[in-house]
């Protein structure tokens, strides 16, 4: 399995190692970048969401991170 190296930058957005493992847990599916506090059980208000990655069918993260135009720094 190829996976994005932890250093790579998207977009100006660093790829974690615990993006990658979201990835792989979440294939098909999307790893968003949140800030601030909050639980796995939490609503996240939008504005607090920095932008996403789209994941791939083999659960890697795939293009460029997508920036969330509403988000505001807390």
Excluded: L
């Excluded at 949140?34 to 996403?52: L, T």
């Amino acid at each position: 399995m190829c996976i994005p190296a932890p250093t790579v930058r998207m977009r100006g957005m660093k790829i974690t190692p615990a993006a990658i493992e979201e990835a792989r847990q979440n294939p098909n599916g999307w790893v968003y970048v949140i800030n601030g506090s909050y639980g796995p059980n939490d609503a996240v208000p939008p504005h607090a969401i920095e932008g996403a990655w789209k994941v791939d069918a083999a659960g890697r993260i795939s293009g460029e991170f997508i920036p969330n135009p509403n988000f505001k720094r807390g």
